[in-house]
């Protein structure tokens, strides 16, 4: 489990997350949710050690992030921010064999070209994988991506908008193979959303958040509600059951 | 062809190249000029390794690949200290006499400054790599400034000997010096090894290098710290020769096209090797020294730069 205690962080003497406090179960998505300069994006580079916070402690299964050997850590958690530039040649392969760099250090042992196979073969990639990553698709180089983070074998994902410049095909498709890792492989994912859609179709759990502070925190069918939505946004939003999914309009609102 | 077999022959070339150096017309003179030779090919051999070395790292920790660590401001502390030593004390001055005293002093001056420069940088907490470079440019500028200032100043027989230290030169490198400079970087070079794996991951950028269990700000502060030393070390032995670095860094990416580092900088260093010596010999032998190699260096670095900046433009 990941416990955030207190987390606090400032630029200047502004504070961008202020004494925020949350628990991320294990086995489940979490989306994180809220209105741009909430503090979503901060609060987890703060989680997967981008950036220092300023005051309070996150946990990952009860030991201190500080704490924690770089390489460790490593193997316990991955983050996969929005833009991910590049100043070298890659194919895809070579990307993700990178994912292994924790547990072998640049030396692929005969297991993690086997890891490397498997991960490539989760996302769909194993045709394409000698290609180079700046001759693909917006979608396709998030695909590789987020193969790399599979053959990093963490317990816990975060992605930061993993659905960024994606179409509707190639956002469904990120987020059903998020849903396989977790319900597949017992793996816990942490994603910064900001279609309320997808996080309602696809997460457990929400985790809403405002002005750097968190503002709702529960199972999905609690904060999918219009007057949740209204407190989170200022808009109000009807919501629509179509099929199993509560589908927010939030387009004329 | 595999990386493998270009670096082997690259290694071979570099090696023909020193023997051809070093025999050719030898006429028997093993006792007088082939140690004379041996101790320049030796120092070209360590400019080559510590310019290429030093370059590839800084490229590769600023994700630029048309910069020299020269962007710091060193060659022209260098300038500014030898400027101001004849200024002051005169070219009899036992600073300037004593070469190996000169080298002491140029080393530690230029290691202790981009100690402090990077110790103010990094001080509140980690600014951005590019903020370094900017005060290194401002720095240099600065440092190139009053040298031109005190070079307009001097008496101009003392000028003769400030303008011998700008450019780069092979010729009466003092032995003892390539020997304690060879200690120096070869240890140096053993320390930083354990982190050249890392250098891999650093290509990927900071937040995918955090990610897969670098340390990403500790590591960039150390290999920032033995360019700094290289830097030193070849500049205050033969004079400012970085641009080379350059030409040298961005020759192996296009060679060897892949993102290993043992690769690259190995690559590199050969390259330099066999442009630093067969240089040489092209300019004492055929030119009869009627120019200098870094004349030639930068005349070629030059154009090289040119076209890469209109490939570069072309692939934006």
Redesign the interface.
């Known amino acids: 489990m990941i416990q955030v205690r207190a987390l606090s962080k400032l630029y200047g003497k502004k504070p961008v997350v202020e004494d925020v406090t949350v628990d991320i179960q294990p086995r489940k998505i979490t989306s994180f949710i809220g209105p741009n300069g909430a503090g979503k994006s901060t609060l987890l580079s703060m989680v997967?050690?981008?950036l220092?916070s300023d005051t309070g402690e996150v946990l990952i299964d009860k030991f201190d992030v500080k704490k924690m050997k770089?390489?460790?850590?490593?193997?316990k958690v991955?983050?996969?921010?929005q833009s991910?530039?590049?100043?070298?040649?890659?194919t895809i392969r070579?990307l993700v064999s990178?994912?292994r760099?924790?547990y072998s250090?640049?030396r692929l042992t005969e297991e993690d070209e086997r890891i490397v196979d498997q991960s490539l073969d989760y996302m769909h990639l194993t045709e394409m994988q000698d290609s180079f990553l700046d001759e693909l698709s917006g979608g396709q180089r998030q695909r590789a991506f987020i193969a790399m983070?599979i053959a990093?074998d963490t317990e816990y994902i975060l992605l930061d908008e993993p659905l960024n410049n994606l179409d509707m095909k190639h956002s469904v498709q990120i987020m059903k193979i998020l849903r396989r890792l977790v319900d597949e492989l017992g793996k816990t994912v942490v994603i910064v959303l900001h279609d309320i859609n997808f996080a309602s179709v696809y997460s457990d759990r929400i985790v809403a958040m405002k002005d750097g502070k968190v503002v709702k925190d529960g199972p999905t069918e609690e904060i999918i509600q219009s007057d949740a939505l209204k407190e989170i946004y200022d808009m109000d939003i009807p919501i629509q059951e179509i099929g199993s999914c509560r589908i927010c309009v939030y387009f004329s609102s | 062809m595999r990386n493998s077999v270009k670096l082997l022959v690259l290694a071979f070339i570099a090696a023909g190249f020193c023997a051809i150096y070093l025999f050719h017309e030898l006429n028997g003179s093993f006792g007088y000029a082939l140690p004379k030779r041996t101790i320049k090919v030796l120092a070209m051999v360590l400019t080559g390794v510590t310019i290429a070395y030093a370059t590839v790292v800084f490229q590769t920790i600023t994700h630029n690949k048309i910069l020299t660590p020269s962007i710091m401001g060193l060659d022209s502390l260098y300038l500014l200290l030898q400027t101001l030593i004849i200024f002051f004390l005169g070219s009899g001055h036992m600073i300037m006499v004593n070469k190996q005293v000169n080298f002491l002093i140029s080393v530690v001056v230029m290691i202790v400054f981009a100690l402090l420069l990077y110790k103010f940088l990094f001080k509140n907490g980690n600014q951005p790599i590019y903020f370094l470079l900017l005060v290194g440019i401002i720095v240099g500028t600065f440092f190139s400034s009053i040298s031109t200032f005190f070079q307009v100043l001097i008496d101009p027989n003392e000028f003769q000997i400030v303008q011998d230290r700008m450019f780069a030169s092979f010729n009466n490198i003092n032995s003892d010096l390539v020997w304690l400079a060879i200690i120096i970087v070869s240890l140096v070079m053993i320390y930083a090894w354990r982190f050249l794996k890392y250098l891999d991951v650093l290509s990927l950028g900071r937040a995918t290098a955090i990610n897969l269990g670098v340390p990403y700000d500790s590591i960039v502060k150390k290999m920032l710290v033995i360019v700094a030393v290289f830097i030193s070390i070849s500049t205050a032995l033969v004079g400012p020769i970085t641009f080379f670095g350059l030409i040298v860094a961005n020759l192996s990416y296009q060679f060897f096209k892949t993102y290993k580092h043992t690769t690259l900088i190995t690559g590199a260093i050969f390259m330099s090797i066999i442009a630093l010596v067969g240089g040489q010999w092209v300019v004492e032998r055929i030119f009869t020294f009627s120019t200098t190699l870094s004349v030639i260096i930068n005349f070629i670095g030059g154009v090289y730069f040119i076209y890469l900046l209109l490939k570069e433009r072309k692939a934006a």
């Open positions: 997967s050690r981008l220092d770089s390489n460790e850590f490593a193997k991955s983050i996969l921010k991910n530039y590049m100043n070298v040649r890659l070579e990178f994912g760099f924790p250090k640049g983070v990093q």
